[in-house]
């Protein structure tokens, strides 16, 4: 699934290799230990990302957090928070392969999000993810940049995503 989906000279549409992706919850008293387990300060506010190095973390929900690292990682993590439960209830499940993600990078990445997502892109801060739909596909949006945006979409729901993303790239290039 690494390959492009489409482009055009303002936007370019991209399935990103396979990441280490993991789901937390833990008590945000617990944030600082759940925190030097994973190596990244882990955000307490809803919307917030982290990144250092190569791992992310964002906070989905009060006590829920997305944790994003190089794939060859994660049985170092995953072993880390097994070390934690010992004195830190937590539970970390690993959802690697149930989602994809696809990059959406350029000027007018917001632009094609819009087709499907109903949340407004300009007010979503770079470095930040909300969970949110896509069409009727559930999927987490993290902001990279001004121009550059990642959805986080479940594998079932991939083939929809991808065709909407096809079709309305399609769209801008037309001029539609």
């Not at 973390?57 to 439960?85: K, N, S, V």
Request: glycine fraction near 6%; include cysteine; charge should be negative.
């Amino acid at each position: 699934m690494n390959a492009q989906v489409s482009s055009l000279d303002a936007v370019s549409v991209s399935v990103l290799p396979p990441v280490a992706r993991l789901n937390l919850r833990v008590d945000p008293d617990d944030l600082a230990a759940a925190s030097r387990a994973f190596g990244v300060p882990i955000p307490a506010k809803v919307g917030q990302g982290a990144i250092k190095g190569g791992r992310a973390a964002y906070c989905l929900g009060p006590d829920e957090w997305l944790l994003h690292a190089p794939e060859d990682e994660q049985a170092a993590i995953t072993a880390a928070f097994d070390t934690l439960r010992v004195t830190t209830p937590n539970s970390l499940t690993v959802i690697s392969d149930r989602e994809i993600t696809i990059e959406i990078r350029g000027p007018r990445a917001a632009e094609l999000l819009s087709v499907g997502c109903p949340l407004d892109l300009a007010r979503i801060a770079p470095g930040s993810a909300k969970r949110t739909v896509f069409d009727s596909a559930q999927i987490v949006l993290l902001r990279d940049s001004k121009d550059a945006f990642r959805i986080e979409v479940w594998r079932s729901f991939f083939p929809h995503v991808h065709t909407l993303l096809q079709i309305a790239t399609r769209e801008l290039a037309s001029g539609l």
